[in-house]
């Protein structure tokens, strides 16, 4: 590979080549990740039919042709297909290629991918100190109430009276609940055993659980993905991560409803600070009734919940199990569709 088509393969920014009639004659790996399109289907594409709503941005293109005046224009919001839109900076360099046919060379620094990457980071941090934090306290309660429930089990030995063993019993039986709950609250107390696996092992099983556990009017529908490469994880983790998040779903959608799990993979993804070439994408999808939106932001913090027997532990829980293999959760939410993303690194890279 030519050394400077090697560099616009592996370039963060967007750029694409256009022809005098503003059609698409070459594009890199980027720009195909922020169209949604491969090259194959996009090279010949008139700019029309790429990013057809855009009418001012496709006014500024064709001055940039008519003039062959280069110029940028900053924080361009640029509505593409599949309905999302960006907030970019743009350079628009008018050239002529060796026929002197006049060609359009656009880059395109996307803006809220930056912003999204910063915030992503300071997420995962923030979490990660409310999590020592929790385990911390957890930590201090557990040796004391280990220690409160030995005495209350010597006691009741000595105790003849049926009636006062009642209430070395209630003793027994309450420090018994809190030390499943700080058992929670501490996490997974063993290191992760990490092998190859297919993801779909992993779904699979999580699919037969939440067979057996949900109720008939609830019916999960499997959409898979089934080239996704293996990867190196600890499956046991992974099936708590992603049975948690279909719990839940089974819990609001109260006996009538579709989950679906969803495999793919992903292009060019960051997780935190890192890119990654592939990544893999589970969805878990529910047709409930959307997150409370007081919840939204801070679902992944420990003890938050919208339940009144819940515990808060369970999204904290299957965020800190998928950053230890690298990966991240992302949720979307609005009535009648909840989808929690949970992206996993296919390098290994991370052990
Ligand atoms: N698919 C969903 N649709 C609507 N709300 C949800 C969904 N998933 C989670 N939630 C909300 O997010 C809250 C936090 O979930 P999380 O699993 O962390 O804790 P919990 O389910 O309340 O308790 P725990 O899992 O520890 O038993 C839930 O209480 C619920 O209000
Ligand atoms: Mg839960």
Redesign the pocket.
Known sequence: MASGQYILENLNTAVLLFDDKLRLKQLNPASEVMLAVSAKQAVGSNIHQLIPVDASFIATLQNALETEQPRTEREVQLHLLHMHTIIADCTITPLRNAHQEKELLVEVFQRDRHLRIAREEQLLAQYDTSRELLRGIAHEINNPLGGLRGAAQLLEQELDDEGLREYTNVIIGEADRLQNLLR?MLGPNTLPHKKEINIHEVLERVYTLAEVESADGISIVRNYDPSIPELYADPDQLIQAVL??V???M???DGHGTITLRSRTQRQFTIGNRRHKLVARID?I?N?????PE?QDK??Y?M????A??????????QSLVNQHGGLIE?T?QAGE?V?TLLLPLERTHE
Request: charged letters at 15%; aromatic letters at 6%.
């Open positions: 929670r948690n998040i719990r839940n779903a819990q609001v959608l878990i529910d409930g009734p959307g997150i409370p919840l679902l992944f420990p938050v919940t919208g339940r027997d819940g515990t808060g532990l369970g999204l904290s829980i299957a949720c939410s909840t929690f």
